[in-house]
């Protein structure tokens, strides 16, 4: 078996644990919720329980999509499909996918972006990128977050800000540590390798994509930013 199959085969075992984790939690929230009803006439489901549910589905759907990802680009199966189209309306379409979901946690989510600019990138890697960083700040803020997006270097640059504590060093550190895997927090690496490889296929010939962790963001906890170069 090569490095990279290797290294692929250890990200796939610790996210099924993840994903496993998931489903348990799932299966509480489901029982606590049956058990409220049954208690109330109206068989009215709390909204927390609801939430709780809503994060963890996406969590398990998110997961499963960048592992199929995962495995088709390193299997060379998967061609970047790249379209010219507005930023602010792509943000937009991610803010509104997972409005329920932010609505749920009593989180604000913004975004600042001029309407006037266009790029082109592959719709489906991005807005992997983006939801999964949405789903992963909606565990981690203190209730605010914030997409912004612009062009620095000649890159597209898109920060998603959140105030919640930071990334933790080992994922500030990722460049150096790829494949640490940590059982008791859970934490897999899946969705900052998919990250990572997803920005690395924007490619020109010249200069590729990248990723950038930091803390004391715009609001105060953690930003990730990616950088698109033009296609």
Request: charged letters at 20%.
């Amino acid at each position: 078996m090569s490095k990279k199959d290797n290294s692929f085969s250890e990200i796939l075992a610790s996210s099924i644990h993840d994903v496993k984790n998931s489903i348990g939690v799932l299966l509480n929230s489901l029982e606590m919720m049956m058990d409220a009803a049954g208690d109330n006439k109206t068989h009215s489901c709390p909204t927390e329980e609801l939430s709780q549910l809503e994060y963890q589905t996406k969590r398990i759907s998110n997961n499963l999509v960048q592992l199929l990802a995962i495995y088709r680009i390193d299997n060379e199966n998967y061609e970047p499909y790249l379209q010219q189209q507005s930023v602010s309306e792509f943000v937009d379409d991610c803010i509104t996918l997972n409005a329920p979901l932010l609505k749920g946690r009593s989180i604000t989510i913004d975004y600042e972006c001029d309407d006037s600019l266009d790029w082109s990138f592959d719709t489906n890697l991005v807005t992997g990128i983006v939801n999964n960083t949405i789903v992963n700040s909606s565990r981690y803020t203190n209730g605010k977050i914030l997409i912004s997006a612009s062009v620095e270097n000649g890159f597209l640059r898109i920060d998603i800000d959140d105030n919640g504590r930071g990334y933790p060093d080992m994922m500030l550190d990722y460049g150096n540590h790829k494949t640490e895997i940590d059982f008791t927090t859970g934490s897999t690496g899946l969705g900052i390798h998919f990250i990572d490889i997803s920005t690395k296929l924007h490619n020109n010939g010249k200069d590729s994509g990248y990723m950038k962790l930091a803390n004391d963001g715009r609001l105060g906890g953690g930003v990730l930013s990616i950088f698109l170069p033009p296609l």
